[in-house]
């Protein structure tokens, strides 16, 4: 699980960053931050299955 927490926390923390400055952005030039949401679902739709392909692939080495 170290390996999928580690990836996580830099996309958790990367994807926020990134709706900060869409919102600030987006909400200054009179727009709705719509687009702030896909950013932050997209770190656990990468997170989810690099979780599982990691599962598997320790599994295969026998290193569970």
Known sequence: W???HRLSAWLFFFSGV???VLTIL???LGQKPFW???VLISGALVTIPYSFFRY???E???EL
Do not use: H, M, S
């Open 2 to 4: 170290i390996d999928t």
């Open 18 to 20: 990134v709706t900060i």
């Open 26 to 28: 987006l909400t200054a």
């Open 36 to 38: 702030c949401f896909p």
């Open 56 to 58: 598997k692939q320790l």
């Open 60 to 62: 295969r080495r026998g």
